[in-house]
């Protein structure tokens, strides 16, 4: 059962969720299974048993940010001691063995997704066009989630004078102003039929990804995928050239 108090909500403060989850509110569990958020501002004793999912670690923001750095140093060292470290990709997988983490701890489960949801028909296809007023005259460009760090800045810039019709989604806008794709805030399903409506989708983030969830439901949706090397495709598809 999910322990919600365990959660950080949106708009909670990183010193707020310390205080209520470091001393007060010890997991009183046999097994405890953790995020690495929730993970690094949690004491638990040693004779619990921890496993840690482990979905990205940002060691680019470190330049910019001393909490990130000084987060990531408390990650490295405690992840160590756990019982078992489950990874999204191979990628993670190969980056905690440079760090020193013992292989025999590290577990490789990829993400999953009920691939019958991909079929999108020509009529789903259709009604979401026009609901969106999207062109039936440009190829359709999806550029990811609206925010720099995901590359979307110079996606746009780099197409802006093309004849594109260019789309990114999020639950909000955060890409730079002068950015003007059409910005659509989406549920799943709907983003999984803009996937499969796309001619191309295109993931530049300038982040170190190992594993992409935009890049893995484009490929289930049968849509082209152009990345960077930022991010890691080997473990989605075969060997390919990357840019």
């Known amino acids: ?32 299974i953790s995020d690495p ?6 004491l638990t004793p ?5 496993i840690v999912i482990v979905h990205h670690i940002d060691v680019k923001n470190e330049k910019n940010s001393l909490l990130q750095k000084f987060f990531n140093k408390i990650l490295i060292y405690k992840i160590k001691k756990v019982k078992k470290i489950v990874v999204v990709s191979q990628f993670w997988y190969d980056f905690l063995i440079d760090y020193g983490v013992n292989e025999d701890k590290l577990k490789v489960i990829y993400n999953s997704y009920d691939i019958s949801k991909y079929n999108i028909s020509d009529s789903e296809k259709n ?30 810039n780099e197409l802006k004078n093309k004849n594109y019709q260019i789309v990114m989604t999020g639950s909000s806008n955060k890409a730079h102003k002068n950015t003007n794709a059409q910005f659509l805030s989406l549920d799943k399903y709907e983003l999984r039929v803009l996937l499969s409506l796309s001619n191309v989708v295109i993931v530049m983030s300038r982040l170190n990804e190992g594993w992409s969830r935009v890049a893995h439901e484009a490929i289930l949706s049968k849509t082209i995928v152009i990345g960077s090397g930022a991010v890691s495709y080997t473990h989605l598809t075969l060997p390919t050239k990357r840019i």
């Open 127 to 156: 009604i979401f066009r026009n609901r969106y007023k999207l062109s039936d005259k440009k190829p359709i460009i999806y550029i990811g989630v609206a925010d720099p760090i995901k590359g979307v800045d110079d996606v746009y």
């Open 37 to 42: 958020f929730s993970f690094v501002f949690n």
């Open 46 to 50: 040693n004779y619990k048993k921890q």
């Open 1 to 32: 059962e999910l322990n919600q108090s365990k959660v950080k909500s949106n708009g909670q403060s990183l010193m707020s969720y310390f205080f209520k989850n470091t001393v007060s509110n010890i997991v009183d569990s046999d097994i405890i």
